[in-house]
């Protein structure tokens, strides 16, 4: 026959050009372990259900296990010419135990196959991408413990814009990434369904009972439309989609690390073993690895964006465009649970300089606020006020080159003549720090007891 699955209605083989075009086993291989699993599933429900022997039902089994020590020991033989993983593994298992083998795949089809063996890849790897993130998480919060006095400039438009602790910035990256992880666990609920039972796309007429192949293999339930079953990929679409937002989480970290490693910023390095150096210059320390934090988002995105593409004009229910399913997904997944083992260590080895910070935060008037702030609690100003009277006495120690807390009484009594010598001790960034203290603000104790909170919820997600 031309094709030992379909050769029936065949008279001729496929071109050579065709076979290499049309085979997905390149990329799909990396799904066979899923797909020996729902073969199992399978063929106990098929015997259960009366529709295979018990005898082929065995030999089915005792064959796949054989494939699976096969591949898993990479002694199989892998044929472009069977297309794809699945049937890869049948043809194998007919060369192993002969005619059974052809009923393996009585009322299935690859259809409600690939879609299975996706749904429980994707589980898999978005349980490793959520522990991953808590693994990022946890990196975070001790090295936020470390540094819950270290004063830093928080930055809008990336001017210095107020006092904020280094602590406290490395903890927004917590919350960030704790509803990547929601998101990330979210997906994985709703890709949790049993497309299983579908077949090609209108079910099958042989009495097959779909609740225990869904319960066999883990899912929550089979699912409620034959043909949805087939043609959906939302979920691999939702679960890329959760990922980018991580990257994208990770990738913002990243350029702080990036730009916070210059000279000119000088807050941090990177430790060596997530730095490389220069094939020319002598001196180079690179934050490489930082680097490729942000740019790896870029591919994770456009894998999301080249599936949804994909997807966007296909009727339902299989098209062969899906098969262009998996290498963005694979790479999507794969590429973000590798970079959150990267944040993690780069987190954890991160040097810091507590000193450059507290120098760069005592520059640029970061404490203004502080200074307005005091006229509207002390003097009763209405804040718009204030701000016009600090506006006047920041242009005035710009035209001194001093701060605002080496003005003299002089010059503060000038621009308000209550405005003494007194508010200084509100200037300095660790008292403009400490005074921002209620719940998700800046203040030490804060950032401790929000540490705490999350070495709780960390410990048992
Ligand atoms: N290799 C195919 C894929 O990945 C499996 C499904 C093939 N189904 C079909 N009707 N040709 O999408």
């Not at 399978?42 to 082929?56: F, K, N, V, W």
């Not at 080159?401 to 010059?411: I, P, R, Y």
């Not at 010598?421 to 509100?426: E, N």
């Amino acid at each position: 026959p031309t094709n030992t699955m379909w050769g029936g209605r065949f008279s001729v083989p496929p071109a050579e050009i065709m076979e290499k075009f049309n085979a997905s086993i390149g990329f799909d291989q990396k799904l066979a372990r899923q797909d020996i699993e729902g073969s199992r599933a399978h063929a106990r429900m098929l015997a259960r259900q009366g529709i295979l022997s018990e005898a082929d039902r065995e030999a089915i089994l005792s064959g796949l296990d054989q494939v699976e020590t096969e591949i898993a020991e990479g002694r199989f033989v892998f044929s472009t010419a069977l297309e794809d993983i699945h049937m890869n593994v049948e043809g194998r298992l007919k060369e192993l135990i002969g005619e059974a083998a052809g009923r393996l795949h009585t009322g299935r089809s690859r259809n409600d196959q690939v879609a299975t063996d996706i749904r429980l890849w994707v589980r898999e790897s978005l349980e490793a991408i959520a522990s991953a993130l808590l693994g990022w998480q946890g990196a975070l919060v001790d090295l936020a413990e470390a540094h819950v006095d270290t004063v830093m400039p928080g930055f809008t438009h990336l001017q210095p814009a107020t006092p904020v602790t280094f602590a406290h910035h490395l903890l927004a990256y917590v919350e960030m990434a704790d509803r990547d992880r929601g998101r990330i666990l979210d997906a994985k609920a709703r890709a949790n369904e049993c497309p299983l039972g579908a077949a090609a796309l209108a079910g099958t007429s042989h009495p097959i009972d779909r609740d225990q192949t869904a319960k066999a293999l883990g899912f929550d339930r089979p699912m409620g439309n034959s043909i949805d079953a087939v043609s959906a990929r939302d979920f691999a679409l939702e679960a890329m989609n959760a990922a980018a937002l991580a990257a994208i989480t990770m990738s913002r970290f990243a350029e702080e690390v990036v730009i916070w490693s210059t000279p000119q910023f000088g807050f941090v390095r990177s430790a060596e073993a997530f730095s490389t150096g220069s094939s020319i210059m002598p001196q180079k320390r690179n934050p490489d690895a930082a680097e490729l934090l942000r740019g790896k988002t870029g591919r994770v995105i456009g894998a999301w964006t080249s599936l949804a593409i994909t997807m966007k004009g296909l009727p339902l229910a299989y098209s062969k465009d899906m098969q262009e399913d998996k290498e963005p997904l694979f790479d999507a997944l794969d590429t973000v649970r590798d970079c959150l083992a990267i944040a993690a260590g780069l987190t954890e080895s991160l040097e810091v300089f507590p000193d450059a910070m507290a120098q760069a935060a005592s520059l640029g008037h970061t404490t203004a606020v502080d200074l307005a702030d005091w006229l509207v609690r002390h003097l009763n100003l209405p804040f718009r006020e204030a701000h016009h009277v600090v506006g006047a006495l920041v242009s005035v120690a710009d035209r001194e080159g001093v701060q605002l807390h080496e003005l003299s009484d002089e010059t503060l009594m000038a621009a308000h003549p209550r405005l003494d010598g007194s508010v200084r001790a509100h200037l300095s960034p660790t008292a403009s720090v400490a005074a921002r203290d209620h719940f998700g603000g800046p203040a030490p104790a804060q950032s401790r007891a929000r540490i705490a909170t999350w070495k709780e919820r960390l410990a048992s997600p």
